[in-house]
């Protein structure tokens, strides 16, 4: 059975006037200044960002505590004029904290439902790594199917939807490692790590008396987002490069050093992250650099490595890297 709740705030229908790429990096570029006042020093972490926001991919955001993990997550959320919840994750948050409830109606003599905070357009899901695998696969549902199941009840959810979650390394105290299902759902992971001396510098200029996360403005609607999401689906993808996302996945699952490698859902994010970089470039076709540069963002995060591998302090993304460096790149551009 299937519910339509329309609980997830305004623009849930794509817009009318296809847009083209041009407009993708007009608009991209508005939502990165604007960001780029919250978040120093940053380009590429916020470029990862709106990679997740045009492919509706869910983006992991790991780091020690004091980076701006969260402010990152706010900053994407408020420059879209759309609905956003935010859920601090604890050891005792439930499940049914984050879909949502039946409750019974004792006029009514009739169980209604009550959305939780994953029924809105972004979800920022802040230190996800605190509550339990239990709660933690609460979102598996929706971050695959966009829609969530409670007492045999599927809901869907509006669109845009995609989850910004933060989490610390999993050696901090208190914490949980997620679940490999949860993993290979997120688009992309990144880690802003410490700002360079200037940002800081910076950061104890302007914001002893001001903060300006609450100055930032919505720069977009839903109704925009849909339409950018579109435009970045039109992206041209050459046959011979999506050999190559290919080769570079199946080179993953090979490695000695890696235990479980990247699965075909990992194909399929690196492939639409692909276009949306075009995109944001202003072009309407994806070059081989466009998929070396999201490679590891996309994909490490999913690798397991063996015991030997952590015993010699290699890392994915070294894998990664000599991945890349031993797979053949398609001659030409892919255009």
Not at 326 to 333: C, E, I, L, N, Q
Request: glycine fraction near 6%.
């Amino acid at each position: 059975m299937t519910h339509d709740l329309n609980v997830a705030g305004p623009g849930t229908h794509a817009a009318t006037e296809p847009m083209t790429v041009e407009a993708v990096a007009y608009h991209a570029a508005r939502i990165s200044e604007a960001m780029s006042r919250v978040i120093l020093g940053k380009p590429a972490v916020i470029r990862l960002a709106l990679v997740a926001l045009l492919t509706e991919g869910h983006l992991l955001i790991e780091d020690v505590p004091g980076t701006g993990k969260t402010n990152l997550a706010k900053a994407l959320a408020r420059c879209v004029d759309a609905s956003v919840s935010r859920v601090q994750f604890t050891p005792d948050l439930m499940p049914s904290d984050v879909t949502g409830v039946s409750i019974y109606n004792r006029t009514t003599a009739q169980f209604t439902f009550q959305p939780g905070p994953v029924f809105a357009n972004i979800l920022v899901a802040d230190e996800i790594n605190r509550a339990s695998p239990k709660t933690q696969s609460a979102l598996l549902e929706a971050m695959e199917e966009r829609q969530v199941t409670v007492d045999g009840t599927t809901y869907p959810l509006a669109r845009p939807f995609l989850v910004l979650a933060t989490q610390n390394p999993v050696d901090m105290e208190g914490t949980y490692p997620l679940p490999e299902a949860q993993r290979d759902r997120f688009l992309a992971r990144t880690a802003l790590g410490y700002p360079d001396p200037a940002s800081e510098a910076a950061m104890l200029a302007d914001r002893q008396t001001t903060d300006p996360l609450s100055d930032l403005q919505p720069v977009v609607d839903t109704d925009t987002v849909l339409g950018l999401i579109d435009a970045v689906n039109q992206v041209h993808l050459a046959p011979a490069l999506r050999h190559y996302i290919v080769a570079i996945v199946g080179a993953t699952r090979i490695k000695s050093q890696v235990r479980l490698g990247a699965s075909p859902r990992a194909i399929l994010h690196l492939g639409r992250a692909a276009k949306a970089a075009a995109a944001l470039a202003g072009r309407a076709y994806v070059i081989p650099d466009d998929i070396a540069h999201l490679a590891a963002p996309v994909l490490a995060h999913r690798l397991l490595l063996t015991v030997e591998a952590h015993a010699a302090h290699r890392s994915a993304d070294h894998i990664i890297a000599e991945i890349l460096s031993s797979v053949a790149v398609p001659a030409g551009h892919g255009g």
